[in-house]
Each structure stands twice: as C-alpha cells, then as structure tokens.
C-alpha cells in the first residue's frame, strides 16, 4: 500500500500573500478584498516577507533543503473560485524539498516539497448559480507534498499527529482549515482524492479507500487510475469531474514576481516535541509516549518541564503537568508549581480547593489530623454507621468508602487514612 | 498539429471556434509554429533561463494589514447577492 | 524649441481653451479613432492622455477589448498617480490600441486606427491611439506602453517621439496585462525634451509593482553608433537609400558608424513571440464574463459553458495567440519552445549589452513605410509579426529606445530608432535631443494651439 498526500496549511500572517488584505476570519463576505485577490486587470502581486519566514520555518522543521533563492510559478486553470484562472504557486523553485519527518523510531516519510501559494476564494454551490467570498482569496499557504511512503491507516494518523505537533510549536493555528489531496493505490494505478477538508475526514477518506480497493482486489479486480472526491455526509469516496492534468495547467514562471533571494531570512525557533519528548524519555526513564501526550500541543507543558526539570523528581513534576492541564491552569508561577509539587509528593488528593490556595500562594489548609486523632475519627464514624462494619465482613472495599468519607472532612492524608481504616477495621472484626 | 490536438487546446483555453475560424486558425498556428521553429537552432550549452531583463532583487513588503478603500467602486463591477459575487453554476 | 510642456505652462490659456481642444478632438477623433474616451478637462494643466490598457479610477479600461466593456476601475495606475500628483497635467481620455496590444497596425479592434498624414493607411500599433493624439495636438503627451515595438511603430508611422524605457524603470502597476516580463509603459511626445520631464515624473521603484527597480539611470553619450547588418536586410529598398543619407548626416554630425554582423539577431522575433504568447495565455484566462467587464447572462449555465460563452468576445487574434500561447506552455513542448526563448533571451542580452557599452545601435524604426489598411487587413499572422523584427530585439532585451522622424517621404515620415544598453535612458533620449537641434520635425495637425 502507498499513500501520499499534498496538505495545504494557512499560515498565520496578518494580511494576506500578495496584497494588504486582512486575513481575520469574518462572517461578511467580501470584506477583506481588494484589486489584487480579486484579480482584477491592472493588479501585481506583492509578496508578504512573512509568509517567507513562515514557510521557510515549516520547510526547515520537515528537514527539507532550503533554496536561497525561490521564485513562482502560474498554474493554469478554470474554476469560478480562482480569481485570474490562474493560482500563484511553486514547483521546481519551492522554497524546500528533499527532506523527512520521523513518525517514530523507525519510519521515516520522505517530504518531496515544501511550497508557498495562494488560497482560492470560498465558493458556495447554488442551484442555478454559484456565490463567491474573496475573503479567503489570496491567504497564504504552505503545500506540503510527502514521497507515497506512509503503508497504513496507522502510518497515516500517525504521520498527521507528528506533523499537527511540529506546526503547532511554529505557531500555526492547527484548529484552523487544513485541505488535503490524497494519492493511495493498493493495486497499480493511482487513486487521487481530493480536497478534503480537516484531519477527521482525511484519516476517514484514507480508511474508506483503503477498504474499497481492497475488496476491489479480492475480486480479481485492479482499482482504475482517478480522481475522487470525498462526500462527508455520506462518508465515502466518489469519482469525481476531471480536472486539468499537469499537461494542462502549462505552468510558466510568473513573471509578475522576480526571484527572491531568502538566504538570509531568519527562521523561527523550530521545536520538535517528538524528539523533545524522546530526549525527556531516555533521560529520566519515562514514557515517550506520555510526554509526548504531554507537550505535542502544549507549549506551556514543555516550558515547565524543560525549566523544572532539574528542581523536582520527573514523576512528580509530570504528574503537576497533569494536574495543571485537568484544572485548566494556562500558567503557573514557581512558587504555586512548588506548593502542588509537595502536595503532590505529600500523597494529597489534588481538588479545586487546593488550586485555589496554591493559585493565591497560600499553604493548602489540611485539617491535619494526629494519627490517633484519625483513628478516634474512623471509630466516631463506624459508631454512627454500624451497618458498615457488617458490610465489610462481606465486601473489603468498604474500606475506601470509609476512607474517603473521612478524607472528605479532614483533608487527610488518603494513603494514611485508608491503612489505618482497614487495620481499625480488622481489629473491630476480630474483637466480635 | 492534429485535428485532435487542436480541439484538446480550445477546450483547456475555454475558446470556441466555428468550422471556418477554426480551419483558419488552425493553418495560421501550423505556419506560425513552423517559423517558431527556428529557436531550435540554437543549440547552445547555455541554460542560464532569463525569467526578465533586467536584474531585480526581489523585496518583499512587510506583513502589514491595509483596508482597500474603494471596496464598493470595486464590487460596482461585478453582480453581487447579499455580499457575495455572483458566479456561474458548479 | 525643447519643451512643449514648458512652453504651454508659460502661456495663458483662452478661457474655452479645453472646451475647443474636445471640440476640435472629437470631431477629427470621428474619423480617426484615436480615442476611446475623450474626457473634457476641468484643470488647467498640460493635456495628457492614456493608452486604454492602463487603469485610470472611474474610467473605462477596456485595452480595447470587447470582453472589457465596463471595467471601471476602482484604482489608478502607479503611473497615473504619479503624474496626477504633480497637478500639472489635465486628463483628455483613453487612446485606443489593437485589442490588448496584440497588433503593430492598429487595426486589431472594433474601430481600426486611422493616420492622420494619410487615412487610408494604418497608423502603426499597438498603441496607435497615443500616436496619432501625439500627431493632433500641439501640446499634448500620451502614456503608452510597449511590449514588443507598440510605442516605436505607431510613433515612427505618425511622425512623433516614442520612448520606450528599460524593462522595470516604470511601474507596471495598473497596466492590464500582455506579456508581463515584456510590458514597459512609455511616452509618446513632440519633443525629447518633454520625454524627459515624463521620464521624471514617472520613474522609481514602487512596491505594487515587485519587478520595478530604482537602479541608477544613465546619461551616456556615445559618439559610436552599431548598424546590425541583419536587421537592414529586413528593410524596403526605399527606406534603405534614405536612411543611408540620414547616416551620413550623422557622421557629419560627428558619429562614427560601424556595421556589424549579428546572425542570432533573427531568433529574437520567435523568442518573443513565444515568451509573448506564453505570458499573455495565462493572463487572458482571467476574462470569463462575470466579475468585471463583459457579462455573460445566464449564471444556471455550467461555469465551463459559462466562460466559453464569454470568451466568444475575444478578437480573432486574441484567440489565435491564447491558442498559441496555450499551446506552448504544454509540459510536453515547454522546454523546446518557452524555456528555449528564455534562453535565448539571455543570450541576446548579453550579445547586445556588448555591443551597447560604449555605443547606440541605429537603425530604421519600421522596415515599411505605414501600409494601407486593407493591405495590412490582409497580411498573414507570419508577415505581421516579421515586420517587428526592428523593435523587437531591443523590446525582448529591455533595453531602452526613441524613435523619431529623420526626413519625410511625402505626407509621410520616416523615422529611426536608436537603442541604448540597460537603464542609459537618458542617454538615448539626450541623442534625440540633441538631433532636434538639426532637424524639424513637420505636424499637420496642431489642435490646440494658442
């Protein structure tokens, strides 16, 4: 099985690629539009240096070999959404190619190209005509085209999840629309599903195919060379209208632009949390895996981590990060890290109650019991409710019932106050 | 070039021809293509592509948010329906 | 005399000044169609006009195209902005051109240019409308653009200065497309000397347009003038004996001139023409008939049936060249046609800037005297696109030229262009400058004059 995919991320620049547009999301069509992403006669491209620095980032990420110098090229064809019938793209002058993203340990997919475009505008089908938004006109893109190097489901949810997790550390908005083109062929000829919109669907399009051409093959039959489309509504793949082929989009440079000399545009900090995630692993004998989980979209986690490393015991410092994302706590100062750390390690249970004191600095108030005060509690309580002494006889977890009922009022120390309920326990058994 | 070559180019151009401009055209093109053929002659190891002219550094503008004022002098060209442009059918 | 410009800001103005000069246009415009447009102008500036494929705001621009019908604008040009900023200047109307500037006759549009020294025969193109506006009124300039010779052959035809600068020296913003890496807006005048003051309000990098540049432009005055033996070959026997003369004029003026071999020379028509098609293929594809311009009606259409309907308003060699063009970007032959031209584009330039570092190339500006327009009506698409073969070298090159008339035939003029290497604008234009001080040129016409 071969599968490849061509996946078109929005970058997030303030306007858009080639004109001064706002690239704000917003309701109202036809807002943020101009000449230029409307592409009326008399309108020049204007290339935004942000959208350079961007996607030469994600191309350094994926490993690829950055060009020095890029230029574009038109590619050809008509559809009412592409506003000159021609979209401004790379090829050849991309600003990468050549490089690879590890998904784990030992796969690796080959990345063919990494290049800057256009997006078209947003159409909507109408019965007897279509409407169009020019909004989306002209944000910019990164199209990343993999080698068909991904051989399962599993290869493929995986290859989205690592590569989601590095675009999130360049500061892409990873909620934000992703579009993708499928390639899988199970037999000889090549499948193309295009379009599809965000993840869910992909890894659902990539699932469905792959099933089909299967049964296909189980009955003697070879998948024929086409392009699909993907029908989210009935979650399945459909042949669709033949689009211009490469012959026919008759790619010219675009002469509108001249060649840009990048090699000194700085990138931004590239952050790979898989191999972070691995460093962490093989450094204090954790789980990867957990880690991962931990950072892949979180860069706050990966910042407490990387910066309490050497303070705290790993454990206990990953079992805070937990804590912080369960309680939703964006960020946190040392001071209040240091607090839940100890409650942590002092075997407390973590509850808004605590949050709200180690938030304000505050000591988390237990009501410390004496041992022998717990004990005298866990007797007062077993008085009260007598029946529970008979229902232990029969079920020994009562025991965390009772215990929990006392760590509810007292803020005990839960280990403690479970050991010494079921010794009390015991002993009153074996006193009747 | 064949018949069906041709009428391959006036589908992807979206140009519809009548049988006679088609004839003419067709023979127009052949002779053009003909003289065309000249640039072949030069068969030169060069391949240094002049994309323009002249030398140009190519600059990029700086990301910066510009509202286009005459956004209604822009949709004034075009048939619009609560905002949105009006296109043919997909 | 040097500046028209000069000379009408010194004079006073009769106070219907304007309201005579649009009297006088539209009525010889009637027979000629120099205009598209004629606007009656309110300030008291120089009249200048605009070659109808340049954006002017709330103006029809249609580059004479029936698919354009209605483009109104909601920008001005860089060039314009530029020039309406000095507030020197009174706007007259869009001159008229071959649909697109696909033509060197003028007469690849719905109203076929006419020359005012001789009616029946063909004012030059593609900006034929700026020419002969040039040749009406005294104190006038025209923005023209020039892709291939559209400024060097209409003006030789009419008997005007055309100026065509270095590729990238004029902003390009606002210029509705032909051949993007080609396409250089120039000026059309009556004097060498108003071209500069154009030169000099309109030059200079603009970030709308990405391939314009503020390189450094020259003055360079070379005493040394190259004849290309290729190109001559090309010219009409009766051309040729009197530009003979003219050369001889020159070395009495003290110019040396050297003829030289350039065989390579002949590959710039092909190259251009398929760099030209290329180009303008893709930049024809954005007219499908419903966000500007023409509008096709019936939106429940398929949009594939859609855009064919609409762009059924094409001339025929709009659709010979988006054919042609289209043809040539297939990935199949794009190597041996496109990438080959490119190439050899290169080459050229090289080949010339040689040539051009301590001297002008000369040469006459057409090969013909401005045919007849049923002549012209009935010349193959081959026959038409070798008559290029002078202005085309130095236009696929970017390099900067002027013709101007040299003597007369008649009621018609003969005119010479001279080239000059990369950003010597000045240079080629001072040689113009300094040939007006031995020669007058004639005007028939003079509307406007006080």
Not at chain 3, 420 to 447: C, L, P, R, T
Request: hydrophobic share 35%; glycine share 6%; with cysteine.
């Amino acid at each position: 099985m071969k599968i490849g995919l061509e996946i078109h991320v929005a970058l997030p620049t303030k306007s858009k690629l080639f004109c001064n547009c706002s690239t704000e999301p917003i309701e109202e069509p036809n807002v943020n539009i101009c000449p230029i992403c409307m592409g009326f006669p008399g309108s020049k491209p204007s290339l935004n240096e942000e959208a350079i620095v961007i996607a030469k980032s994600i191309a350094k990420t994926l490993n690829c070999k950055i060009r020095d110098k890029i230029s574009f090229v038109r590619k050809v064809y008509f559809y009412p959404d592409l506003p000159k019938s021609f979209q401004i793209t790379q090829l050849q002058e991309s600003i990468g190619f050549d490089g690879a993203l590890e998904i784990d340990n030992e796969k690796t997919i080959a990345i063919r190209r990494v290049q800057i475009e256009e997006d078209p505008a947003k159409i909507i089908r109408g019965e007897n005509y279509s409407l169009l938004d020019f909004n989306r006109s002209g944000i910019p893109l990164v199209e990343i085209v993999t080698e068909p190097d991904i051989q399962s489901e599993d290869e493929l949810k995986s290859f989205i999840f690592t590569l989601k997790a590095l675009l999130y550390y360049l500061g892409i908005d990873i909620d934000r629309e992703i579009k993708s083109d499928l390639n899988i062929s199970l037999g000889k000829e090549r499948v193309e599903i295009k379009n599809i919109t965000g993840t869910k669907n992909l890894i659902e399009a990539a699932r469905y195919e792959i099933d089909r051409q299967t049964r296909l093959i189980n009955k003697g039959m070879e998948p024929v060379k086409e392009t699909r489309s993907y029908d989210e509504k009935e979650r399945v793949t459909k042949t669709s209208r033949e689009k211009e082929s490469d012959e026919e989009y008759g790619y010219i440079y675009e002469p509108d632009l001249p060649e840009y000399n990048i090699e000194n545009y700085s990138i931004k900090g590239t952050i790979d949390p898989i191999k972070k995630a691995r460093e962490l692993s093989d450094k204090y004998s954790y789980s990867s895996k957990t880690i991962l989980e931990a950072i892949a979209f979180d860069r706050h986690a990966l910042d407490l981590i990387e910066k309490n490393q050497d303070k705290y015991h790993f454990d206990s410092l990953m079992q805070a990060v937990t804590e912080i994302k369960r309680f939703k706590l964006n960020e946190i100062d040392d001071t209040s890290l240091r607090i839940l750390i100890e409650e942590i390690e002092g075997g407390f249970q973590i509850d808004e109650d605590t949050i709200k004191s180690i938030v304000k600095h505050e000591k988390v108030r237990h009501d410390e019991l004496e041992s022998s005060r717990i004990d005298d509690e866990i007797r007062k309580f077993i008085d009260e409710n007598p029946e529970v002494l008979k229902r232990y006889v029969k079920n020994k977890k009562l025991a965390d019932y009772v215990a929990g009922e006392i760590i509810k009022r007292y803020k005990s120390k839960p280990k403690e106050v479970l050991k010494r309920t079921i010794e009390i326990l015991n002993s009153m058994i074996n006193q009747n | 070039m064949e018949g069906e070559e041709f009428d391959r180019l006036l589908k992807i151009s979206r140009i519809k021809l009548d049988e006679k401009e088609k004839q003419s055209i067709k023979r127009d093109i052949e002779n053009i293509l003909e003289y065309f053929d000249s640039v072949n002659k030069f068969d030169e190891s060069k391949n240094k592509l002049a994309f323009h002219s002249v030398e140009i550094n190519g600059e990029p503008r700086k990301d910066e948010v510009e509202k286009f004022e005459d956004r209604d002098e822009l949709l004034s060209n075009t048939k619009t329906y609560r905002g949105f442009v009006v296109g043919p059918k997909i | 005399m040097s500046s028209y410009i000069h000379e009408f800001e010194s004079k006073v103005k009769p106070k219907d000044y304007y309201d005579k000069v649009y009297e006088e246009l539209s009525k010889v415009n009637s027979r000629l169609n120099a205009f598209n447009v004629i606007i009656k102008p309110e300030q008291d500036g120089v009249p200048l006009s605009i070659k109808d494929n340049i954006c002017v705001k709330g103006v029809e621009s249609t580059a004479s195209s029936k698919i354009l019908r209605g483009y109104i604008p909601p920008f001005n040009a860089t060039v314009v902005d530029r020039i309406f900023k000095t507030k020197r200047f009174s706007f007259l109307g869009k001159t008229n051109m071959d649909e697109f500037g696909f033509g060197s006759f003028g007469i690849n549009c719905s109203k076929p240019a006419r020359n005012p020294l001789d009616e029946d025969r063909v004012a030059g193109g593609s900006s034929s409308g700026a020419a002969i506006a040039t040749a009406l009124l005294k104190y006038h300039v025209a923005i023209a653009e020039s892709t291939g010779g559209s400024i060097s052959s209409p003006a030789a035809f009419c008997g005007v200065i055309g100026f065509t600068p270095t590729y990238s020296v004029i902003s390009r913003y606002g210029l509705i497309d032909y051949a993007n890496s080609l396409d250089k807006i120039g000026v059309m005048a009556r004097s060498a000397d108003d071209i500069r003051i154009m030169l000099d309000i309109t030059k200079g990098k603009d970030p709308r347009d990405p391939t314009s540049t503020n390189t450094k432009i020259t003055d360079l005055h070379h005493k040394k003038l190259v004849v290309i033996d290729e190109l001559l070959d090309k010219v009409d026997d009766k051309i040729m004996s009197q530009f003979n003369m003219f050369i001889d004029k020159l070395k009495g003026l003290g110019y040396t001139v050297e003829n030289i071999s350039l065989k390579e020379i002949e590959l710039s028509i092909p190259a251009y023409y398929l760099i030209a098609m290329a180009e303008a293929s893709t930049n024809l594809a954005k007219f499908t008939g419903f966000k500007y311009g023409f509008k096709a009606e019936d939106f429940s259409k398929p949009y594939n049936d859609f855009f064919t309907e609409a762009r059924e308003e094409f001339g025929t060699e709009a659709k010979r060249r988006i054919i042609l063009g289209t043809f040539i970007r297939s990935a199949s032959v794009r190597d041996k046609y496109y990438s080959k031209s490119l190439i050899i584009r290169g080459e050229l330039i090289d080949r010339l800037s040689k040539i051009l570092k301590d001297a002008f190339i000369i040469s006459p500006t057409m090969p013909i005297l401005p045919p007849k327009i049923s002549e012209a009506d009935s010349m193959s698409p081959v026959q038409n696109y070798a008559a290029d073969i002078l202005t085309i070298p130095a236009n696929l090159c970017g390099l900067p030229h002027i013709s101007f008339p040299y003597s007369y035939s008649g009621s018609l003029p003969l005119s010479a262009q001279i080239v000059g290497s990369q950003f010597n604008d000045y240079g080629v234009i001072s040689f113009a400058s300094e040939w007006e001080k031995n020669f007058k040129y004639k005007f028939k016409y003079n509307i406007g004059e006080i």
